[in-house]
């Protein structure tokens, strides 16, 4: 089974990339990117910066203190796609391990002297998650006995300490090495390290210890906080303990952590965090789009997180989420020809940045950069979109469930069925039987869906399927049958334009709205010769429609348009009064342009924004 | 003339500490309180960290690269009060200077080697002020001699360099300390300074080179940006270069900036920075009151530059933002007690930060502290207290202008003046003659204080006085004559609470008011045993009302009243839906106590707010 998750128990089984193959279309041709041009673009970047250099040694290291995790996201990355440079780069990782499993560039000559900064721990983390994909789509080499040192070590040196690592991530990968290979003291040392943290384990640090969940243990807390990516890796360390040791009460306080965050601290695109400064999630609806963080990472942790709970209870508002977070932050996150990337996701840009054609800061989030000095984003989306397919459909006893609407072949449980479809472009999804057996078939209807309907079964004699159930609730449409070659699932979602109101408590999008399309969520952008966004407010009473000719490049793009007010643009002296402000009220009338989220930034340096201000 | 700035032409030339002596009232306390208390509290603190201890040697430095700059803020507190600790602490600092005037306690050793980030330069402006202050106030002594052996080092080293600082604080310093001796050779190293920056002078950061201003010229930017403190200590630099030479086109320059800068990137209490990460600006109409900012040091740092355009110009904008952030910043920063100081001054707190006793980061802005690893604020604040005086009233060739109405007595211009007001709890300010002498006096009138009238003059027989113009328009309400002891000029200033509005571009705070009364920003704010402020929000059909009973321990403070509702606070699964949030519709009805934001604090830890939704 090629999986990066595979509990041993739970309400649904994740099919492999055994079991699923993606065929053109939006993600299909991601994926397909991604295993063609952005591996080796990584690879390339990390042999020029020196990060893998710095395993053969010889110079003077180069990069941050963390940048062995980054050879092994893309190793991770090679092993889900059988990249044939994988052997190559393990030897070269291999040639720097100790005689005793112990593996870093940067701490050799000091080791575990500066845990709280020091992401030893978290580098195991992603040299043991590589090597599980290898173990499971090729099975043991060089790279999976390396692992295997690595851990051993590891287990040697902390199972009976009360220390922890500064960054959350080797819990996750420890949990998953015991489900490969058996070995019960990895669960077991994965167990320690999450139940250590927050007693606390780590010194304080001037961000305090929440920054790294060292506050409150894992099972006490009652929201995600502090570093988001750090918050989510442990989350997803805790669920996947909690469902190997069966402590039901773990998993039950991180899905009530998942439920404050998402009805708190989550913006409309599935993203997560709002400080730049620690890289944060901040308070409870403290949202701000302009400075929203989103770290692409923190998404990709999300999508993770929510995997792990949707096979551990099968309760779709987590496969919802995970649509989102895909959609909106992983889609948006690479350029669409595989060689750039967004490191912060805002859903506001004031000011259009500039490109930068070498390695930058580019934590901003305004133009996609080809490399970064922390480039954690680049080869996390190479590995995630590595083992997407993983992800898009499970079984459970009584059948199969597909949770994620993408193009492509399944086979589980007897069943072999071919989805077709341009989701999310359009809405339609026809589900083929190409091989038949017994069970039920599901089919996620996300919550926007409203007025969704679903037809299944063998053909009438008028070509119409002959069972049809309307009105479709959110959750998932299923069908259980007696299923035949030729037989087909028609599910319909309705692709209209909404307008989406947030609540009345994020202060910082008050008065506006934004639009949003399927899974999709939209953006005003204004490029060079484009109209400014400066205040423009939309008219509700108008709905937003789809735009006539995209300027696609051959793509399929859905544009819409809104129609809109723009205020004029005088200063005033002081920006305050005892005037109430009229935006819309008097200006110049126009249709805005709306573009996907997910392709803001194709056209150059640009403004942006996803909340639009009222008119009404 | 003791006086931080002292122009050689201008509009108008200040009155300095020697002839306006504060009374008791809201200024005067404070100013006796930073003199009784602060000034030995903050000498306490540093002696205990070991700042004070660099210069005596030994042991391990301690503090930050710029820790000697607080022991010279702190010394430049004590020249202004004539403080009895002084002399020794003058001793102590005069000891740990090399023969050639070179004077760091970091990088002697090293001197000169990381321009970007080692404050050397930053830190001889603090000590050249003192200097300057000392040599006003007292004249030539130890401490003087010291800070003109470190200018000429200063002068010898880098004058015929393309060097800089990364960060501005001695090119206004240079400035005065020709103005003080005569000697032009600080003039020149301090236009020089001015000029050479943003050419660039410094190495690229990853902050980028905005951050210290060295991205362009300062004739030629056309705002405010990067770092807050530096910016501003730049601008104030840049104005004293413009006035001494003579160059309109630097000081027009700094007065564009400064007009786009307070239009489109100042908070409502006058405050400035928006960003943490980089104590930066952030964009135009990036005014999140959350993440506000709005450093202690960046208000003071606005109040010296607009008293420098004000002297320049005669303009009374300039002293209506330095009184706005008088008010709302430099109050706000330090505690009734005089002990405790806030860093960062937020517009909305919402969690409440716990207290600490011992130092600590602190910049998050929920609580006070009684000292901070970067303890800038603190001794700014010490020393600008310690002048505060000097920035009330100026003298012109035609008479006397009281730009600050706080109690106290004037002398200028054969003019003896008391001012009696309670300013700012009353809009009432009388100001007697004591001494007479013929010309014009002017009192200004704030830009909110619509229907202000003024009458002057002898009194009639019913004591009434005899001139009177109502409805007297913002700027300076003006009186010629020739005056005897015993006429009044009595001026009225309507205190009626108002609401004030956002220009419709600042995203943070669409849909919300603040409450103002006079030059003070009012607040809701929640400690413990209040009710929340979550779902708040306010009726604009009723007026803001002077609370009964204000809880004021003693002291004489206005609080004020506002109708409010407040809306259910159920969860939603997922905060953004089709439905538009109905803040205020329905909901319990309740009277919002709202205390002015300097007092922000006072109870504990607290929720706050000063943008406060619409319920209308």
Redesign the interface.
Known sequence: MANPVLPSSGALTPLGLDAVRLAPGFWGDRVALNRDVTIAHCQEWMEKAGWIGNFRGGGVRQGREFSDSEIYKLLEAMAWTDHPALPELAGTVAGAQEPDGYLNTRWSGDRYSDLEWGHELYCYGHLIQAGVARLRTHGEDELTQVVRRAADHVCDRFMDTTETDGHPEIEMALVELHRATGAERYLEMARRFVERRGLPALGDI?FGRAYFQDDIPARRATTFRGHAVRALYLACGAVDVAIETGDTDLLAAVEAQW?HT???R?H?TGGMGS???DESFG????L????AYSETCAGIASIMLSHRLLLATGDA?YADLAERTMYNVLATGVALDGRSFFYANPL?V??PAEPSEGMN?GQGGGVRSPWF?VSCCPNNIARTLGSLAAHVATSSPDGVQIHHHMAGEIRAMGLTLRVETDYPWSGDVTVRVLQGASGRIALRVP?WARGASFSYGPHDADARLQRVSRETAPGYAVAEGEWRPGDELRLHLPMTP???????????????V?VERGPLVYCAESAAGDPPL??V?VHLATPAEHAPDPDSAGDRVVELEAQATR?PSA?????????????GAAGEQLSLRLVPYHRRGNRGPATMRV?L?TAD
């Open positions: 001037p439920e998402v009805a708190r989550t409309l400080r730049h400064a308070e409870d609806y403290e701000s789009p302009d400075r508002r506001q004031r000011t800061l000095t919550p909404r307008w989406t109101h947030p609540d009345h408590r994020i202060d910082a999008i008050r008065g506006s934004a400066t205040g407010a205020a200063d005033t002296a002081w920006p305050y009064g005892q005037d109430a402000p009229d935006a909340w201000p």
